[in-house]
């Protein structure tokens, strides 16, 4: 991959932020760091570093597509629908990792925040904001496996 260019320059951001993305969602937020991005991509962490200056800058490889993913996991028929489907999209590791984030955001950093209310936004504008606020405390309560009456 060409270094000194303007377009080397791109595809090197682009690998980054694809990769930032891959391991989230394969491993989960946690899992992103300089040393898992170097060793996926071959880069160096200082270059690495160059693209993505913190841990927050990092959150901008998303760009969308974990509430693209979200949402195309969810049957919109009907509320019972979208909360099976919904559940039932919990037991899939990116799908999890994804609702794991959003819960996990509201101690994270500002950017991280802005793009989680901005997704949350989204899915209330999608489902309502009752069934989201349901889906929500479904997912928490799912992710920390503790049984419910059914």
């Not at 993505?52 to 509430?67: D, H, N, W, Y």
């Not at 099976?84 to 799908?95: G, M, Q, Y």
């Not at 819960?103 to 009752?130: F, H, T």
């Amino acid at each position: 991959m060409a270094k000194n260019t303007k377009e080397g320059a791109l595809q090197t951001e682009a690998l980054i932020y694809r990769t930032i993305v891959d391991i989230f969602m394969e491993q989960g937020w946690d899992a992103v760091t300089y040393g898992s991005i170097a060793k996926r991509t071959g880069l160096s962490r200082s270059g690495i570093q160059r693209v993505v200056p913190t841990k927050e800058s990092m959150v901008t490889a998303f760009q969308g597509q974990v509430l693209a993913y979200v949402t195309s996991q969810i049957d919109p028929t009907d509320n019972d629908t979208i909360k099976r489907t919904w559940i039932k999209a919990l037991s899939e590791t990116k799908f999890a990792n994804c609702i794991r984030y959003l819960l996990g955001a509201v101690n994270g950093g500002d950017q991280g925040k802005e793009k989680v209310a901005y997704g949350v936004s989204k899915l209330i504008e999608r489902y309502g904001q009752p069934l989201v606020i349901e889906l929500i405390g479904l997912s928490a309560i799912y992710l920390l496996d503790i049984e419910l009456d059914r």
